[in-house]
């Protein structure tokens, strides 16, 4: 099934991610317009794609999440919603009442628009994260969509995604205002990694600042298996494929899927040694104190942080919760959404290593520079 002649909105599209489905429309699919929304577009995006755009209208509409009418306008007579904009924050530094207002609110408000506007697909980028690791750190290894887990989450961060999921599954089958039905679906994608990654860079840099040695932070034996970008965006073109199609629609309508590809399964820490070793970074053989101690210090800085709350807001360069994620075997395959989306990895291990390694090795001159002036 294709999505020639379609309408997509692709929120967050100037993102890690954004940036890249929007590629992967222009090369794979003939649609008639792409909607890059976000807060802010760059002009100069728009030049980077004039080498796959064909015959397609490229649209930029800037704006908030948060404002419906602004929503409606930008939802007007599209097709698909590709709905991959949210606060990522994995240590709790955003204020819980502004990542709710952005990552629940605004899906809930995203929804009611297309709804309005007789939107017929929505696809929402979810996380792993809105499972776990839960925090006595019970481990997963290769689960898949049935997989039965003490689901209790810590971050704010989750507990939001994992809100904007189930309303976006909820709101399958919606009737829109044409009469017609809202079909949705929601992926949840490993630790995503690639060209552009901002938690790549940032440990980089770390390891620059580290006389190019890159911190532990996971034990060797914490295996997770991420996923490169260029496949999570495969995915999502999969699944808006699957939700076009009548026969698939409502196979693949109101679920959720896992986003892997073949990535070696290993541990955080050792992933980021596997992509930066070639440019130089070798890596701490140990965790800086034994990972017991390590919860310690961690609780210890949380509530010390808690006590000055009042006066000023610091945020733990590290938490108990990341410490566990860090240190969970957590992992998850892709056989369901091979299955019912047609999913498979376009891109291979070994592509997308040399990828990340090459756009790392780009920034590094600069990164060293920048350090080396502060």
């Not at 064909?54 to 409606?72: P, Q, V, Y």
């Not at 609110?105 to 839960?134: D, H, M, R």
């Not at 949705?184 to 630790?191: E, G, I, N, S």
């Not at 566990?324 to 891109?347: E, W």
């Amino acid at each position: 099934m294709s999505l020639r002649g379609d309408v997509c909105v692709v929120t967050g599209a100037c993102g890690f991610l954004g940036k890249r489905l929007v590629r992967l429309l222009l090369e794979e699919e003939n649609v008639a317009e792409i909607r890059l929304m976000d807060k802010h577009v760059p002009p100069k995006l728009l030049d980077t794609l004039e080498d796959c755009r064909g015959d397609t209208k490229l649209s930029i509409f800037e704006g908030d999440i948060r404002d419906a009418d602004f929503l409606k306008k930008t939802c007007r007579g599209a097709s698909t919603v590709f709905h991959i904009a949210s606060i990522i924050d994995v240590n709790d530094s955003v204020e819980p009442s502004e990542i709710y207002r952005v990552n629940v609110k605004g899906t809930q408000l995203l929804l009611e628009a297309c709804i309005q506007e007789n939107v017929v697909s929505f696809i929402y980028t979810s996380t792993i994260e809105v499972l776990g690791p839960n925090s006595q750190g019970e481990p997963i290894v290769n689960g898949n969509e049935d997989t039965v887990y003490d689901c209790a989450l810590k971050f704010n961060y989750s507990k939001t995604k994992r809100e904007a999921e189930q309303r976006t599954l909820q709101a399958h089958h919606e009737v829109l205002h044409n009469g017609g039905r809202l079909a949705t679906c929601a992926l949840r994608p490993m630790y995503i990694y690639g060209e552009g990654c901002r938690f790549l860079l940032g440990h980089m840099c770390d390891g620059i600042r580290n006389k190019d040695v890159l911190y532990r932070m996971s034990l060797p034996d914490a295996l997770v298996n991420p996923v490169y970008v260029g496949n999570v965006a495969a995915a999502h073109l999969q699944a808006a494929r699957s939700l076009k199609d009548p026969q698939k629609r409502n196979v693949v309508g109101g679920r959720f899927y896992y986003v892997s590809d073949d990535t070696p399964h290993v541990s955080y820490s050792d992933f980021n040694h596997v992509v930066m070793s070639p440019l130089g970074f070798s890596i701490q053989e140990k965790l800086p104190v034994p990972l017991g101690l390590f919860y310690v210090v961690c609780f210890l800085m949380e509530v010390l942080c808690m006590m000055i709350r009042p006066f000023v807001r610091v945020v733990p360069p590290l938490n108990r919760q990341l410490l566990t994620m860090l240190n969970t075997p957590f992992s998850f395959n892709y056989q369901k959404a091979k299955r019912d989306l047609g999913y498979v990895p376009i891109h291979t291990w070994e592509e997308a290593r040399k990828r990340t390694i090459e756009w790392l090795a780009s920034q590094l001159p600069m990164e060293r520079e920048r350090i080396r002036a502060k």
